[in-house]
């Protein structure tokens, strides 16, 4: 198969998985046989059945499932319309871009740190392989894939808020919102140190056995001897061979990492209140908020197809391989 | 590597070294902090809480409900009603103003009232209150005359609710639909204290001091409510001194919060109570509601009453911070005036429970479940999934039924299902569950009427009694308030000898602020947070 | 009895000679056992039912007790005893993390059996489906799966509910794993001898494959237990298990709303996440010298270097 019919299959692919999530996210949701107005009213006294019924034709809930829900919903999907949440009362899209940067930075940090972490970890282990650094490095790694994600937020969460006096949640403290964003780095960063952290540690372990893996099969090649009789050092080998080895694999395993990061957001923005995409996924499933739901998924699961996507892509390009096999 | 680890550790340095931040104290200005905010500050639409503390301290109505239960003027200096209960005429107080400056006048008083009742869709959140009003007028600059269709029992309750809106900002809508999507962030009002801003994204809302409030300007600057997301760092932020009030403290960690220093925490009786509902459907109802019919027994019922230990649910779930319950009226509605004494506590005692079966013919099976014939005493016990009281509360429950040969099943169901299998499918046995707050016993008396039980109502029992649903009428035109205290002391009574509901404690409210910044709050069911606490409160020098 | 069979057997002999030499792996071992141990003899290992309210002298529920009150680990916000909601609580996590792991393995196999040994259409189909699986992120879609079945009112538990979604949900790896293993054992003599000779699809499949692949079957189930124990626990601290039968997730979910933070309970909070990483690290650490141990490709590779000590699978929805 060549690159061309690879890429095209893949892409194929992308687009069938994409369809599945939007028939799953209709379906699921449409099945369920409880009123979601009350849901979102609760037991309020001051809503009147009246009030209730005005509100669900509102959200279209009083014409039938199917067709004329299925047709309504997908036809506004088409056009990019999420709808409006029920919980919010605002459109689905507002909500959703208002909360997208502030996971984007969560992870994005989380991801810089393990990686940064991870490589030099990882160099170490190799080149001192079977010293206690490698073993330390390799339990440690196996230890925090055992670890709970929102366990270890729970006790970075007690520890830090306890012993360093570290916020409990949120991105910023309730009195500096609204402020100049360079005024409030400092505070920003506080609120961002104990869930950066914990993401850190999750996602460590994969980059620092990859780059100790590529380490190690530097070590074993011969092109090492060649290097040396350059004049190279030990370590400048390491660095540049090693590195360029390892740089494939953590470039790929950062597009499909995504999933498993988004997983990892909704707990770790949980734990911290942290206010993004996986805190109001949390909320809309305890609420009930089928929109925001149905929206939230969409965008999670369509953003990890892209990103699995572009790793296939990455790959394709960057690795001579993909075209013999 | 040395300096990649270097830099490392600068970064980590410099994310350190920002440790420290937060706020101080600026001025006398109070700052509140909540886990909620309001979606509106529109009266027409606005149905969260948060929305009403906001608006009892920026708008005013013509009677409020006072710390102690009973009315009092606001607007009004004084108001009475014709001897037919018709007619109800209010005197407002000399010098009003708006935020603005303005001078206020009655007959902008009586267009907000008129605006409700010829935009009911529109005024969704206060058109219950304007329900049976036939014509409100302004006669002169400083009066305000409602005329109802029928004598309306709890006037001043309804009209504590009517707030003076600014005429101008509501005057441009052409549909009901224009109305419900004004927001009114930047509302216009005669209360205590006016808004400066309000950012609805991040909910902080800056208020400041009315000094031309018509009973004296508070003796503070203005209030900041900010918006926490969680407990943990709302309490975390009193107690190292960002906020000075919080108006809600999660049971679990109230004994903690008291042990701060600098801090009061406070324990009032409040209006929320927890209750057990046992399907008390009609059996002829089309669809048939599928409860336990051994439930329709008065003595498996009783048999129930006396196999709940309320004492000890309020001491382990509630952690001591409620108080035993019995009727659905709340002892503090009216400062206690509506709650009636004379029910008669059914005692907690498993062997009086386990008597009252044998007797009435329930025999043990060799499996522990007593049954008579075809009626087998197993239940299922459901509550909602959203609260983490209610498993607790089940847990034990279940343990005191199987004492008694009762069998009952906990399952936690999610709340919009719930509603769906109690109201009007009555397809449950036992359900636990909670009512929140309305000053008025009007509301939590129509819960059990037969006419709730449809699509839509609030009857989650099915409690179907005609002479309940007769004094229910009754006495929401009963002027008098000491005959409709006694049509409501019935009504209380006959629910609780029926136990469509056996409630099972009122919760206390706890709050708490720091005394070492701010003195003068009013403990009062209304909160410390409302209009009347905060003018009192002043600063510690 | 079948030779395959006989051979299995003899294997076992052997493989027991060998894993009594590694360490990791009898660790392993030790964690797993005495975990299934607890959960089996818990009311022996405890005086109070999980249920049971802890009580002072006045006849007062003891809450958020501290160990030195309450031994050996306090009580907790409903001053349940900690101990035996932990020990208890392993019957539950073990129980939904292990029929869990078990459907997703027995839905596996029998996916990897089919493709690798049929191929063509079949083989493409389930590996289009296990493609699509891979990529939707697993959290999110077991989240509201969870959520919408529990609404369906089909009278079936919570705890059922979480069963059957994590065992549906990661039944993938082990598919791609057998297939792999399928398709070079098809390829070998005594296959295609019987095949020669008459022998019928399910006559092959359970005579010559499935004693062939039964090992590496039995390896990765043991892997995926541990992702299943972790993704329940990660659910029903998300408040998706049932509050009246609780796992260690849902004791976490408990601690977590009802403020033992704040009470600084760290007795409450702490024990049910040791109990869920002693189980997954002994099952990871287990199932890895297991698979090194009785899949022949990984002991080829195993011989040509230590590259990896341990195989850290793949990081699931937890």
């Known amino acids: 198969m060549n690159r061309r019919d690879y890429l095209l299959r893949k892409f194929g692919l992308s687009l069938v998985t994409i369809f599945v999530v939007v028939i799953i996210n209709f379906l699921l949701f449409r099945v369920l046989p409880g009123d979601p107005v009350r849901a979102v009213v609760g037991r309020n006294v001051r809503i009147s059945a009246e009030t209730q019924q005005a509100l669900r034709e509102q959200f279209g809930l009083d014409k039938p499932v199917f067709p004329d829900q299925f047709f309504d919903t997908l036809g506004q999907w088409a056009q990019g319309n999420l709808g409006v949440s029920w919980s919010l009362r605002e459109p689905v899209s507002d909500v959703l871009m208002s909360k997208l940067w502030n996971t984007v930075l969560l992870i994005g940090l989380g991801q810089v740190f393990a990686i940064i972490l991870g490589v030099i970890l990882g160099l170490l282990a190799g080149w001192k392989r079977k010293t206690a650094i490698d073993v330390g490095a390799l339990t440690f790694s196996l230890i925090a894939w055992a670890i709970p994600t929102f366990w270890l937020g729970i006790i970075l969460l007690a520890a830090g808020s306890s012993w360093f006096g570290l916020p409990t949640g949120g991105i910023v403290s309730p009195m500096n919102v609204g402020k100049p964003l360079y005024t409030i780095i400092p505070d920003v960063a506080r609120h961002l140190i104990l869930p950066t952290f914990t993401l850190t540690i999750l996602y460590l372990g994969e980059y620092m056995l990859i780059m100790r893996s590529s380490i190690l099969e530097v070590l074993s090649e011969d092109y090492i001897l060649t290097a040396k009789a350059k004049g190279m050092s030990h370590w400048q080998v390491l660095w540049k061979h090693a590195l360029k080895n390892a740089m494939l694999p953590i470039v790929t395993l950062i597009a499909l990492n995504l999933g498993f990061t988004v997983s990892g957001a909704i707990y770790i923005e949980t734990v911290f209140s942290y206010d993004g995409l996986g805190k109001l996924f949390q909320t809309a499933l305890t609420k009930q908020d089928y929109p925001l739901l149905q929206g939230a998924f969409l965008l999670l699961a369509v953003s990890v197809i892209i990103a699995n996507m572009a790793a296939d892509v990455l790959y394709a390009v960057l690795d001579p391989r993909v075209k013999e096999s | 590597m040395k300096q990649k680890l270097l830099y490392v550790l600068v970064l980590a340095a410099i994310l350190l070294s920002a440790c420290g931040g937060g706020g101080g104290g600026e001025g006398t200005t109070l700052r509140f902090g909540w886990i909620g905010k309001p979606d509106t500050l529109n009266p027409a639409y606005a149905f969260l809480t948060e929305s009403y503390t906001v608006f009892d301290l920026v708008y005013s109505t013509m009677v409020t409900e006072a710390a102690d239960g009973s009315y009092m003027g606001m607007l009004a200096k004084d108001w009475s009603v014709s001897n037919d209960g018709l007619t109800w005429t209010y005197h407002l107080k000399d010098g009003i103003k708006w935020h603005n400056g303005e001078a206020f006048t009655a007959d902008q008083m009586a267009w907000a009232i008129n605006a409700i009742m010829k935009d009911p869709d529109g005024w969704a959140a206060s058109a219950n209150y304007t329900g049976g009003f036939a014509e409100v007028t302004a006669p002169d600059d400083k009066t305000v005359v409602i005329v109802t269709e029928y004598p309306i029992a709890n006037m001043d309750y309804r009209v504590s609710f009517l707030y003076a809106v600014y005429p101008p900002d509501f005057k441009g809508f052409t549909t009901s639909e224009d109305l419900q999507n004004f927001t009114n962030f930047a509302a216009i009002g005669t209360g205590p204290f006016k808004i400066n801003t309000f950012d609805k994204d991040t909910g902080v809302l800056l208020l400041g001091a009315f000094a031309d409030y018509m009973d004296g300007a508070p003796k503070i600057d203005g209030i900041v409510f900010q918006t926490f997301d969680n407990t943990d760092a709302m309490i975390q932020a009193l107690k190292v001194g960002d906020i000075d009030v919080v108006n809600e403290v999660p049971a679990s960690a109230f004994e903690t919060v008291k042990g701060y220093e600098g801090v009061t925490a406070t324990a009032i009786n409040g209006r929320y109570f927890n209750e057990l509902i046992i399907n008390s459907a009609d059996p002829n109802l089309d669809p048939a509601p599928t409860g336990n019919p051994a439930l329709a027994d008065p003595a498996v019922r009783l048999a129930i009453a006396h196999s709940i230990n309320k004492q000890d649910i309020v001491e382990v779930v509630a952690q001591g911070l409620g108080t035993p319950g019995d009727s659905i009226v709340p002892p503090t509605l009216g400062g206690g005036f509506w709650h009636s004494p004379n029910i008669q506590e059914i005692p907690f005692d498993i062997a009086e429970a386990n008597r009252v079966l044998d007797e009435a013919g329930y025999a043990l099976g060799s499996d522990g479940v007593r049954a008579k014939d075809d009626l087998r005493l197993e239940f299922r016990l459901q509550f909602p999934s959203d609260s983490a009281v209610y498993p607790r509360i089940a847990d034990m429950m279940a343990g005191w039924f199987n004492q008694a040969g009762m069998k009952a099943t906990p399952e936690a169901v999610d709340p919009d299902a719930l509603v769906a299998a109690t109201t009007p499918a009555g397809d449950y046995d036992l359900v636990l569950w909670g009512w929140g707050p309305d000053p008025d016993p009007d509301f939590i008396l129509s819960v059990m009427t037969t006419e709730q039980f449809v699509e839509g109502g609030w009857s989650d029992s099915g409690y179907h009694n005609p002479d309940y649903d007769q004094m229910y009428l009754d006495q929401q035109q009963i002027v008098d308030k000491a005959e409709r205290q006694k049509v409501i002391w019935t009504m209380q009574e006959m629910v609780f000898n029926d136990r469509p509901y056996i409630v099972l404690y009122y919760e206390k409210m706890l709050q708490a602020y720091r005394s070492d910044r701010f003195t003068g709050f009013i403990e009062s069911p209304l909160g410390i947070e409302s209009a009347q606490s905060l003018l009192n409160v002043t600063a510690v020098k | ?318």
């Open chain 3, 1 to 318: 009895m079948n030779e395959n069979w006989t051979l299995f057997k003899r294997n076992l002999s052997d493989f027991w000679k060998a894993f009594r030499r590694n360490r990791l792996g009898l660790a392993g071992a030790f964690l797993v056992i005495t975990s299934i141990l607890v959960a089996t003899f818990a009311p022996l290992l405890t005086p109070h039912a999980p249920s049971d309210i802890i009580r002072d002298e006045g006849g007062h529920g003891l809450t958020f007790a501290p160990p030195s009150v309450h031994g050996p680990l306090g009580t907790d916000d409903a001053g349940h005893d900690v101990w035996s909601q932990l020990v208890y609580g392993a019957r539950i996590s073990l129980m939904v993390g292990f029929m869990a792991g078990f459907i997703a393995m027995f839905v596996g196999s029998l996916f990897g059996i089919l493709a690798g040994y049929f191929g063509g259409r079949i083989d493409n189909l389930l590996m289009r489906i296990t493609d699509i699986l891979l990529v939707i992120p697993d959290l999110p879609l077991m989240l509201i799966l969870v959520a919408t079945i529990r609404q369906l009112d089909l009278k079936i538990s919570p705890l059922t509910v979480l069963i059957a979604v994590i065992g549906l949900l990661y039944w993938t790896s082990t598919a791609r794993l057998i297939r792999s293993q399928v398709l070079t054992i098809k390829e070998r003599q005594f296959v295609a001898r019987a095949r020669a000779i008459g022998a019928g699809h399910g006559h092959i499949i359970r005579k010559h494959i499935l004693p062939q692949i039964m090992p590496l079957i039995v390896a990765n189930t043991v892997l995926i237990l541990s992702t299943a124990i972790l993704v329940e626990s990660g659910l029903a601290f998300l408040g998706l298990g049932d509050p009246t039968q609780p796992s260690w997730g849902t004791m976490l979910n408990f601690a977590f709303d009802r403020s033992a933070i704040t009470n600084g309970a760290w007795w409450f909070y702490l024990p049910p996440g040791f109990a869920i990483v002693w189980v997954t690290l002994g099952c990871v650490l287990l199932g890895n010298v297991l698979e090194e141990m009785l899949n022949p490709r990984l002991t080829a590779h195993h011989l040509e270097g230590d590259q990896n000590m341990i195989a850290v699978p793949a990081k699931g929805a937890e």
